[in-house]
C-alpha cells in the first residue's frame, strides 16, 4: 500500500513552517491572523494589506485594503468600497471575516502587463529519484481590475516569458527562471520537514516592482493540466510522468 500524498490546507500552517527556514523567510510577506489590532497594526506599517481565508481556493473571499487620502478602500473581486474611518474598515471586513479564518498580509505591488496584474505559479514535484525538482512554471495574468489572478477569477494563463519580457532583457528572464526554480525546491524541502508525504506543490509567487520574489501561499493540491497551454509539450510530460508515479492522477486503467 502507498502512503497517501499529503494536502495541508491552512495557509497559517505552512507560513508558519516556511518562516522557521532563515533562507525562505526574506520571501514571505509578513503574515498575521486578522483580528481588529493586528488590521491596525499592519496598516500602520504598510500603505496595502491582503486579507483572505485561511483555508480558501479560487481567490474567493481575498480582500485587497489600502490606506487612502480620505481613509481605506476595500476590494473584492471587481467590487470596491471606500470608507472614512478605520472602525468603518473594520465593520464592512467583519462582514467576510466574521464566519471563518482569515488571514492579514503585507500587500505586494504585483508587476503587470497591459494594466493587468500578474503572478507566477511554480509548480514543485517529488522526481523518480524522490527529490523536490521544480517542474513547470507558469504565469497568471488577472482580469482587468480584478484583486486576485487565480483562472477561477476570470485570470488567464500566460508563459512567464511572454509576461517577464516587458520587464526584463532575454538573459535576465532565463536568470529569473533559474531562480524561482532554486526557491520551489527549497520551499519543498522545507516544508517536507512538516509534511514528510509531500509530493507535489504549487507556490504562488509574486514579483513586485523591484524584482524581489514573494511567496504569497503554497498549494498542496495543484493542478497539473494547465501546463497542457505551453507550447514546449515537454514541460506538461513530466509534469504528468512524475505525478503518475506517486498517484497524484491515476493511469487510465484505474477506476477513477
Ligand atoms: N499579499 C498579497 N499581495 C498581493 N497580491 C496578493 C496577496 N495575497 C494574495 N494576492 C492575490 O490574490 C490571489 C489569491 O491569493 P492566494 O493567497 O493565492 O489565495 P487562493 O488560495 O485563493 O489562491 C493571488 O494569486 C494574488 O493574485
Ligand atoms: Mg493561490
Same mark, same amino acid.
Given at each position: 500500500m502507498t502512503l497517501a500524498i499529503q494536502r495541508v490546507r491552512s495557509k497559517w500552517a505552512k507560513t508558519k513552517v516556511l518562516n522557521r527556514s532563515s533562507d525562505l523567510r526574506q520571501y514571505v510577506p509578513l503574515t498575521k491572523r486578522f483580528n481588529r489590532e493586528t488590521l491596525r497594526s499592519m496598516l500602520e506599517e504598510y500603505e496595502m494589506v491582503y486579507v483572505k481565508p485561511d483555508?480558501?481556493?479560487?481567490?474567493?473571499?481575498v480582500i485587497r485594503v489600502e490606506k487612502t487620502s480620505e481613509g481605506y478602500r476595500y476590494q473584492i473581486q471587481k467590487d470596491a468600497r471606500t470608507v472614512a474611518t478605520f472602525d468603518g474598515l473594520y465593520e464592512g471586513l467583519q462582514r467576510y471575516t466574521g464566519k471563518k479564518g482569515y488571514l492579514i498580509q503585507k500587500g505586494v505591488y504585483l508587476l503587470k502587463h497591459q494594466k493587468r496584474r500578474f503572478d507566477i505559479r511554480v509548480m514543485v514535484q517529488k522526481n523518480l529519484q524522490n527529490k523536490w525538482e521544480t517542474t513547470a512554471i507558469l504565469g497568471r495574468l488577472s482580469a482587468p481590475h480584478n484583486v486576485v489572478t487565480n483562472y477561477h477569477s476570470g485570470g488567464t494563463m500566460m508563459t512567464f516569458e511572454k509576461l517577464m519580457s516587458e520587464h526584463l532583457s532575454a538573459s535576465e528572464i532565463s536568470a529569473y527562471s533559474s531562480r524561482l526554480k532554486k526557491l520551489g525546491t527549497a520551499i519543498g524541502r522545507q516544508l517536507s520537514t512538516a @509534511?514528510?508525504?509531500?509530493?507535489e506543490l504549487g507556490a504562488d509567487v509574486a514579483i513586485d516592482t523591484k524584482m524581489h520574489p514573494w511567496v504569497l501561499e503554497v498549494n498542496t493540491?495543484?493542478?497539473? @493540466?494547465?501546463?497542457?497551454?505551453?507550447?514546449?509539450?515537454s514541460v506538461y510530460r513530466k509534469v504528468r510522468k512524475y505525478s503518475l508515479a506517486y498517484g497524484g492522477i491515476k493511469g487510465k486503467r484505474s477506476s477513477r
Open positions: 483555508s480558501g481556493t479560487f481567490g474567493k473571499g @509534511y514528510p508525504n509531500l509530493k493540491k495543484p493542478h497539473p @493540466y494547465i501546463y497542457k497551454i505551453l507550447a514546449d509539450k
